[in-house]
Structures are given as C-alpha cells and as structure tokens.
C-alpha cells in the first residue's frame, strides 16, 4: 500500500522542500519530491504545515522507560528501545556499560535475536568499557573495569557481528592494539574516559579510534603547569579534522556556549547528538519509583542532591535544546540523523529522506515536538 505524507516542510540532503511529498511503500522511501499532487491508491497524510524529517539515529544511550541495557533481558531491550522510539530514535545502538564479559555475552545475544527480527530498530550493540581509565571513570561503572584483554575481546568479537561500537581509554596499556583490531573488523573505536593529551589523542587515531564519546565530559580540557598552560583531550580532539564527537545535549552537561563551540569548530558533518541516558529517559518524574532517586531539570540526581547520577533525556530533547542554543534547525536536525548514521555505518539505508532507504519518518510541530512517527513504514507514535 502507497502512503504518501504532504503539506509539510521536507528536510532532505540538498535542503529543505516547500510543499512536496515523501511517498512511502513496504517500509521504504519509495520517492521524495517536490509535488504534492494526490497519488491515485495512496493514503494520504496531511502534515500540516509542520516539518517532515528522517527518523533519530541513537547511537549511545544506556536504557530507557525504567530499564537499563545492561541488564541484558529481552525485557529490558524492549522497554528501553520503546521509550527512545516514542521520542523519534527509529534507529538505535543500545549501549551497555563496563560489564562483566558472561553479562556482555548475555547482551549480545539479546542483540542478536532481536536484531533478528523484521523492521527492528535495533542495528548493532554499543560497548562502553571495560577498558577505561578509573581516574576519570564515574562510579555507574563501579569495580568493571579492566586493561584490555586480547583473547577476552577477540573471543567476544568473533562471536559475532553485532557489535558495532566500542569505547576505550587510548592511553592505557593495550588500547591502541586494540583499536587497531576493532577497526580491521569495521567496528568504530571510540575514546571515552580518558585524560590523554594531544601525541596520545595523535597516535590514537592513528591507531583507530575515530570518534569521540561525550565530549567535554569525562575528559579534560586546557589545565596550568604553574604559568604553563597544556592542552587536554578536548583540544587535541579539535586539532584533528577527522576525528568526530558526540555532544551530551541534554541541557545540563554541556551549557549553551560550549554547544555552539563545538558545533562551530567540528561542524555538523563531525558533531553527532546522543542523550547516553540512563534507565528513566523517557520517563516523568512522577513515574520514577526508586527512592534514592529523582529526576530533575532533565537529569537524574541523587535525593540527597550530592551526586549528579546522569541523562534522561531523549533524541528529542537534543534537538530543542541544540536550536536554544542558537545552531540553526537544520544543523540540529542533521547532526541527530545523518551524522550519526555516517559515523556508525548505517547511512545506506538511515539518516536522511532518499528513495530507497527505510521510511524512519518524523512529522514535528514547530516547537519541534513528534507528531508522528514511523519505522520502517509502520506508524509507531502519533500525538
């Protein structure tokens, strides 16, 4: 059956079309253009003046709707990924912290089978650690945390091919053998946690790690050897053109100066969005039933106000919250979508309106609110 989506303002690679359609069939984008003329047979859509986009790419967000995705339950992955999908991510990584590697191989198997499935949204698993730094790693991580393991991480890899991501301190002992593995095997290797500085940022990439995870957090920036001042990892991830970030845009971890910083010095085609949100992304405050914690101004907090616990925000949020910040709407939208998609391999099939690729579609109101969803062709969210 034809669906053809009209009155809207369509966000496609060359730019935005007035008063075109987007024309969809078995669950892909069968053509973009710019008449709005009624199909014979379609069903029609009426978008209502409001913007017609490509569907959210969520590459690192930690759980949703109560769950976490390192409880590694089908369960879990289910509710987490439902909570994203109502906020628009219509393509999604689920990302497990430092874990054990028996709790990493329970994961991906739920990754495996659900991926498995027709038109999930699901396209691979995002790794966080063990292999990071303790200095600068936060306590969700706990005691997981390890050297790299060459049999232990080769096992894991040969396994399977479903992990498409994993993140790493490039300064410990190993890490820059094993970026070089994961790169050999298409997987992107990703700085996280870290206090490198700029040879070790240089030979990191060199090495393979192309991307940066939360940038700004976790990592340190300029800092003073009495009169001297050093460059941090945020400088040396700027002095590298092709090395590309992911801003935490959720309101809190990153002030609106830094935002337009970033966007300015990286651009949109280096900058991606990512909530990397925990368990209660997706949820309002009230639904939040553990005691110790609360959620507040878009962040998880302890109750006794002493910790910052991390993100609950959304692929949505990112998006109003990038456009508060003064980066323009388009630019905003791009970096949710298709730089995301290019960065994690996908942008054949997500990341943007083309004939021929999967009809992830969002209809936002002008507040940049979802009015309607869909994946791969089937409506998922409709306010």
């Given at each position: 059956m034809l669906t053809q989506i009209i009155n809207g303002k369509i966000l496609t690679p060359p730019g935005w079309i007035e008063d075109g359609s987007v024309i969809i069939r078995d669950g892909h984008i069968l053509e973009v253009t710019n008449c709005d003329l009624p199909l014979t047979g379609a069903k029609q859509v009426d978008a209502r003046g409001r913007y017609i986009v490509p569907?959210?790419?969520?590459m690192h967000a930690h759980g949703g709707g109560g769950r976490d995705f390192s409880e590694c339950t089908e369960e879990a992955f289910r509710t987490a990924v439902a909570a994203h999908q109502k906020h628009g991510a219509m393509t999604i990584f689920p990302t497990i912290?430092?874990?054990?590697?028996?709790?990493?191989?329970q994961g991906i198997a739920v990754c495996e089978k659900l991926m498995a499935e027709n038109d999930s949204p699901i396209m691979g698993l995002h790794l966080e650690g063990p292999y990071l730094n303790p200095k600068r790693a936060s306590d969700q991580f706990g005691d997981k945390l390890a050297l790299p393991d060459v049999e232990a991480y080769t096992s894991l890899i040969e396994?399977?091919?479903?992990?498409?991501?994993?993140?790493?301190?490039?300064?410990?002992?190993?890490?820059?053998?094993?970026a070089r593995y994961l790169k050999s095997k298409g997987i992107v290797a990703t700085i996280s946690?870290?206090?490198?500085?700029?040879?070790?940022?240089?030979?990191?990439?060199?090495?393979?790690?192309?991307?940066?995870?939360?940038?700004?957090?976790?990592?340190?920036?300029?800092?003073?050897?009495?009169?001297?001042?050093?460059?941090?990892?945020?400088?040396?991830v700027y002095l590298i053109d092709d090395m590309t970030i992911e801003l935490i845009a959720d309101g809190r971890h990153l002030p609106d100066t830094i935002l337009r910083l970033a966007y300015k010095v990286k651009g949109v085609e280096k900058t991606c969005l990512v909530p990397a949100s925990l368990a209660y992304a997706g949820m309002d405050a009230k639904e939040v039933n553990d005691p110790k914690i609360i959620i507040e101004d878009g962040v998880c907090k302890s109750r006794d106000q002493k910790q910052l616990v991390g993100s609950v925000a959304t692929m949505d949020v990112l998006v109003q919250n990038m456009v508060k910040a003064e980066v323009p709407l388009e630019d905003a939208l791009r970096m949710a979508t298709e730089t995301p998609a290019k960065i994690m391999g996908v942008y054949d099939k997500k990341g943007s309106l083309e004939k021929g690729k999967d009809a992830d579609i969002l209809i936002l109101d002008k507040k940049l609110r979802i009015r309607k969803a869909w994946s791969k062709g089937q409506l998922v969210e409709e306010i």
């Amino acid at each position: 059956m034809l669906t053809q989506i009209i009155n809207g303002k369509i966000l496609t690679p060359p730019g935005w079309i007035e008063d075109g359609s987007v024309i969809i069939r078995d669950g892909h984008i069968l053509e973009v253009t710019n008449c709005d003329l009624p199909l014979t047979g379609a069903k029609q859509v009426d978008a209502r003046g409001r913007y017609i986009v490509p569907g959210y790419v969520c590459m690192h967000a930690h759980g949703g709707g109560g769950r976490d995705f390192s409880e590694c339950t089908e369960e879990a992955f289910r509710t987490a990924v439902a909570a994203h999908q109502k906020h628009g991510a219509m393509t999604i990584f689920p990302t497990i912290s430092s874990s054990t590697y028996e709790n990493i191989k329970q994961g991906i198997a739920v990754c495996e089978k659900l991926m498995a499935e027709n038109d999930s949204p699901i396209m691979g698993l995002h790794l966080e650690g063990p292999y990071l730094n303790p200095k600068r790693a936060s306590d969700q991580f706990g005691d997981k945390l390890a050297l790299p393991d060459v049999e232990a991480y080769t096992s894991l890899i040969e396994s399977t091919g479903c992990i498409k991501r994993w993140d790493a301190s490039p300064e410990l002992p190993g890490a820059l053998e094993f970026a070089r593995y994961l790169k050999s095997k298409g997987i992107v290797a990703t700085i996280s946690h870290t206090e490198a500085e700029y040879q070790e940022v240089k030979d990191a990439f060199e090495a393979g790690y192309t991307h940066v995870s939360h940038f700004y957090n976790g990592m340190p920036g300029f800092h003073k050897n009495r009169e001297y001042k050093y460059e941090g990892t945020v400088e040396s991830v700027y002095l590298i053109d092709d090395m590309t970030i992911e801003l935490i845009a959720d309101g809190r971890h990153l002030p609106d100066t830094i935002l337009r910083l970033a966007y300015k010095v990286k651009g949109v085609e280096k900058t991606c969005l990512v909530p990397a949100s925990l368990a209660y992304a997706g949820m309002d405050a009230k639904e939040v039933n553990d005691p110790k914690i609360i959620i507040e101004d878009g962040v998880c907090k302890s109750r006794d106000q002493k910790q910052l616990v991390g993100s609950v925000a959304t692929m949505d949020v990112l998006v109003q919250n990038m456009v508060k910040a003064e980066v323009p709407l388009e630019d905003a939208l791009r970096m949710a979508t298709e730089t995301p998609a290019k960065i994690m391999g996908v942008y054949d099939k997500k990341g943007s309106l083309e004939k021929g690729k999967d009809a992830d579609i969002l209809i936002l109101d002008k507040k940049l609110r979802i009015r309607k969803a869909w994946s791969k062709g089937q409506l998922v969210e409709e306010i």
